[in-house]
Nanobody, 115 residues
């Protein structure tokens, strides 16, 4: 099993920056990729971006140029640096880990961007 714990959410103003962290524990050596998803009220959960165990990143179009995913392998932690935040970025952000056909999720952290 893999346990994922997010931190770093909060209330910010439009244009501000925020960094989210996701700490993984357990069978972390089985993870082939980690990523971030978000879910706004009344909306489906959507992919924000991901990073593979070899460091290859992938981003949704709506965050390209504003968000950056990075990882600290020694700490088993993945980060989501969010810049130029917009009110439409308001959502619960979830950390995701993949190990083969298995997926793991964190509990989510709320990000609220006021205009």
């Amino acid at each position: 099993q893999v346990r994922l714990v997010e931190s770093g959410g909060g209330l910010v103003q439009a244009g501000d920056s925020l960094i989210l962290s996701c700490a993984a524990s357990g069978w972390t050596n089985r993870l082939t990729a980690m990523g971030w998803y978000r879910q706004a009220p009344g909306q489906q959960r959507e992919l924000v971006g991901s990073i593979t165990s070899s460091g290859i990143t992938n981003y949704a179009e709506f965050v390209k140029g504003r968000f950056t995913i990075s990882r600290d392998a020694a700490k088993n932690t993945v980060y989501l640096q969010m810049n130029s935040l917009k009110p439409e970025d308001t959502a619960v952000y979830y950390c995701n880990g993949r190990a083969g056909v298995s997926q793991y999720w964190g509990q989510g952290t709320q990000v609220t961007v006021s205009s």
